[in-house]
């Protein structure tokens, strides 16, 4: 009977849209790891931010950033420009593996980064760039 309901449970999930994973990892969990990620990234963000609304960087569609339009940074500011995307992609890497393992399920990883990558999608500013399903970057 218990192996039927986890059955039906994971059906449903699948049905509505959500992984198993989703469903049953705790994604706002936090540990030193994680909290000084997070810290880091909020630090960075401030010197984002003009790039997202310029349109120069955009968010993928498999949670991480691209510089979208290299013309809309200066020459001189560009390197500085690739270096915050890299080391921003390097940190939510981070993040999504550390929130997949502190649930104990590193396994869950790819499917904690495509939730991530919804989820900033979702909380962008009007006027920032993003992937869609495609691919095709589309003006929020």
């Not at 990620?37 to 984002?48: C, D």
């Not at 999608?121 to 003006?139: D, P, T």
Request: with cysteine; proline share 3%.
């Amino acid at each position: 009977m218990k192996n039927i309901m986890k059955s039906i449970l994971c059906a449903l999930l699948l049905a509505s849209g959500l992984s198993v994973a989703q469903a049953q990892s705790n994604l706002e969990v936090n540990t030193p790891a994680i909290s000084a990620l997070k810290s880091t990234m909020q630090a960075r963000h401030v010197q984002l931010a003009p790039q997202y609304a310029s349109g120069a960087v955009g968010l993928t569609n498999d949670g991480r950033i691209e510089l979208r339009d290299a013309s809309a940074v200066p020459l001189a500011q560009r390197q500085a420009v690739n270096g915050l995307v890299s080391a921003e992609n390097n940190d939510r890497a981070a993040l999504y593996r550390e929130i997949a393992r502190a649930n104990a399920h590193p396994e869950w990883e790819a499917e904690v980064r495509t939730t991530f990558g919804q989820r900033w999608i979702e909380k962008s500013q009007a006027g920032w760039y993003y992937q869609n399903a495609r691919g095709e970057w589309v003006r929020k």
